[in-house]
Nanobody
Framework: QVQLVESGGGLVQPGGSLRLSCAAS????????MGWYRQAPGKERELVAT???????RYADSVKGRFTISRDNVQNTVSLQMNSLKPEDTAVYYC???????????WGQGTQVTVST
């Protein structure tokens, strides 16, 4: 069984930075990417960034150049460094991974990021 636990959300002013972290317990698939998604009120969940075990990354156009995803395959963690935050980045951010045995998808409980004055 895989569990994903996020941390690092909070309230920040526009232009500020936050770092999200996700710790995975259990066997994570290394042949599938880990990633971050977000969901704003009234909107569908959307991809923010993903990273493979060999550090190939993918970003949503809206965060390119501002967010950086990283992964530690030994510690089974994935992090998201968010710089130059904008009010439109406000959302609940979810960690995502695939299990190593059945390739089932797993989600964290979500962490709130609010960008506001």
């Amino acid at each position: 069984q895989v569990q994903l636990v996020e941390s690092g959300g909070g309230l920040v002013q526009p232009g500020g930075s936050l770092r999200l972290s996700c710790a995975a317990s259990g066997s994570i698939s290394r042949s599938n990417p880990m990633g971050w998604y977000r969901q704003a009120p009234g909107k569908e969940r959307e991809l923010v960034a993903t990273i493979t075990s060999v550090d190939n990354t993918r970003y949503a156009d809206s965060v390119k150049g501002r967010f950086t995803i990283s992964r530690d395959n030994v510690q089974n963690t994935v992090s998201l460094q968010m710089n130059s935050l904008k009010p439109e980045d406000t959302a609940v951010y979810y960690c995502h991974a695939y299990g190593a045995i059945s390739y089932s998808e797993y989600w964290g409980q979500g962490t709130q990021v609010t960008v506001s004055t």
